[in-house]
């Protein structure tokens, strides 16, 4: 069932990302045809406009991650998610792993439009290139920036998934109010980041009384950064389990809908 | 055999009960209406046999078990709201009922659109709310379900609509399943139910036979509803 | 067919005397088949259970019987639908002479007055 709810969230998402998605390209293409030929003003305008685009993906790209959760299953149209045979579980995951999957590709989208535009060439050898030769300064080279890489995309991966997870987060617990419920959502999102910052707070100190400082920096750069990784790491996997559980217990055992 | 069976069911929002006590048992086969004015707790006793509320107190089973995955296979709601998203068409919607519902019926569903003069091509978006609510209604009733919980089915509708709809009920009989169907507007249903629920203020005031009704009291349920939920 | 129920008795015994009235006048003849419980509950717009009450009753008093595969018939008895005829006839002509007397006519006056009004 879980394979079905991603085809239809697919199928009702696609219809925003797509056309999106070809038009950045498509002024892309053209913005790089009209600055070869060097005219001015019809640069700047497609400039301008490319800019607008690429703001206008990262922010509908946001807003529909909000609202596929918040209006397909906190609105009316929860009656018929709800009442479907499918779990919570199989609900929450259908649109996470969907807006994840859109997240990402808004990122590429629009690093392959910067790309096409950029006056000198840039291509991905290059980009990989550049990268690698970055890493080969600093002394690491061959696996272990094959290594860095993977990690660096986990630590990634994680964070957008545990962010996604903090936005589903505040929208369930909305369940508690009867009225206003997406000014709670915010609310509870300012009090979600609140408490996340005072958590930081309060482990700086204690790694600090632990010496843990020290000890990190007596290390080798290797183990600094595949340790800092993993801490990254495992952050994200204990914020988004906790944010995951709430709004699982939120929709099975809070369901109210309007 | 019960379909249904609830016993003590309570549901309350935070001081306020909208649901008290109820204990209930419905058969298979038969047609209830369940009667009460606005707010007496028809669509909450509806919800929570969805799980689409948790209960306070008291057991609510459906078909022998707890409301969860396998009693929404088995049962077929019309909420009160219009669930259906806008951007879809109808034959979007309808392949959506057959790919997540197994008892859910294409054929049965077309021949119904067709009645009613609804194109499958035609986007929600463009529909009236009257025919939104009929292509709800044609949706869950074109599932072969054992239990149809229908919340106002004929409130929004006009009256040639309504016939269709109570006839689409009655033709779509079946000694194995049980209809329950909330509505303020008895009068139209009356002759199709077997049986009645009167609620008032979330409680169960009375449960009787139609033809107990009419035969001990002789009058319609209509003019006992009036009778009791005098104001 | 035009069904109608009044608000103050039982619908399936409604529908027993409207059956009745179709077999007696003919529109259902002897030896026919009668639709099926569904079809016939959702022309008459009642409740299918309702209408298999009303005609286990008809099937009780033999105006109909059923066969267990092939659905239900109106009896072959030309004597018993003519018997049923003259029942409801009678049922109708004392509700017709109860009324006479509640207007405060006799027998015999209500029977004078009908002879009168029949040659008119």
């Given amino acids: 069932m879980l394979g079905k709810l991603i085809k239809y969230e697919f199928r009702a998402t696609g219809r925003v990302f797509l056309p999106m998605f070809g038009a950045l390209i498509i002024v892309a293409v053209i913005n790089r045809l009209f600055s070869s030929l060097s005219y001015k003003t019809p640069m700047i305008i497609g400039t301008a406009t490319s800019v607008v685009l690429i703001i ?93 890489i993977v990690e660096a995309v986990v630590v990634a991966l994680s964070a957008l998934l545990s962010g996604i997870l903090m936005f589903y987060a505040c929208m369930s617990v909305s369940l508690l109010m009867n009225k206003h419920r997406i000014l709670f959502s915010f609310v509870a999102f300012l009090v979600f980041n609140t408490v996340g910052q005072i958590l930081g707070g309060i482990a700086v100190p204690i790694a600090m009384a632990l010496k843990l400082e020290e000890k990190f920096l007596s290390w080798d750069l290797m183990t600094q950064i595949h340790s800092g990784a993993g801490l990254l790491f495992l952050q994200n996997l204990i914020v988004g389990a906790v944010f995951y559980i709430l709004s699982r217990f939120m929709l099975k055992k809070k369901l109210n809908l309007e | 055999m019960a379909i249904l069976d609830c016993s003590g069911l309570t549901k309350t929002f935070g001081p306020k009960r909208a649901l008290s006590n ?153 000694p194995e399943a049980a209809v329950i169907i909330s509505t303020h507007l008895i009068s139209d249903i009356e002759p199709i139910l077997d049986d009645v629920i009167f609620l008032k203020d979330g409680e169960v005031v009375l449960k009787s036979s139609v033809d107990e009704i009419r035969g001990e009291n002789g009058v319609s349920v209509d003019a006992l509803f009036r009778e009791v939920f005098k104001c | 067919m035009n069904w109608s129920f009044q608000t103050d008795r039982p619908i399936y015994l ?71 005829k003259n029942q409801l006839a009678a049922e109708q002509i004392d509700r017709f002479i109860e009324k006479m007397a509640g207007i405060g006519f006799t027998v015999e006056e209500t029977l004078a007055l009908i002879s009168k009004r029949v040659k008119e």
């Fill in chain 3, 14 to 84: 409604q529908l027993k005397e409207q059956i009745t009235l179709l077999i007696i006048s003919g529109q259902y003849p002897a030896g026919s088949r009668l639709p099926p419980v569904r079809d016939m509950a959702a022309d008459a717009a009642v409740n299918p259970n309702t209408l298999q009450k009303a005609l286990q009753e008809l099937e009780r008093e033999g105006l109909v019987y059923a066969q267990r595969t092939s659905g239900r018939f109106v009896t072959e008895d030309e004597k018993m639908i003519e018997q049923a």
């Fill in chain 2, 22 to 174: 109820v204990s209930l048992s419905i058969d298979k086969g038969r047609i209830v209406g369940l009667l009460g004015p606005n707010g007496s707790g028809k669509s909450t006793f509806l919800k929570l046999c969805n799980k689409l509320l948790t209960p306070s107190a008291g057991t609510l089973l459906i078909n022998g078990e707890a409301p969860g995955i396998k009693s929404k296979s088995l049962v077929s709601y019309l909420p009160e709201h219009n669930y259906l998203a806008d951007w879809m068409r109808v034959c979007d919607i309808i392949s959506f009922f057959r790919d997540f519902y197994e008892d859910f019926d294409a054929s049965k569903a077309t021949e119904m659109l067709v009645s009613l003069k609804i194109g499958e091509r035609e986007r929600l978006k463009t529909l009236s709310k009257g025919t939104k609510e009929k292509v709800q209604l044609i949706l869950v009733m074109a599932r072969q379900a054992q239990l149809y919980l229908l919340d106002e089915p004929i409130g929004g509708v006009d009256p040639a609509a309504r016939s269709y709809i109570l006839n689409t009920i009655i033709k779509n009989y079946n």
């Fill in chain 1, 56 to 148: 206008a993906i990262f922010v509908i790209t946001l807003i529909i991650t909000l609202q596929r959760f918040y209006k397909n299953l906190l609105t009316n149209e929860g009656y018929l998610m709800f009442t479907l045979p499918v779990s919570t579980d199989s609900l929450i995951f259908s649109k996470l792993i969907t807006a994840s999957v859109w997240n990402i590709l808004s990122l590429i989208i629009v690093a392959v439009a910067v790309c096409i535009m950029a006056v000198s060439d840039i291509s991905l050898s290059g980009i990989i290139e550049a990268v690698s030769g970055f890493l080969a300064d600093i002394g690491i080279g061959g696996i272990t920036a094959a290594v860095i």
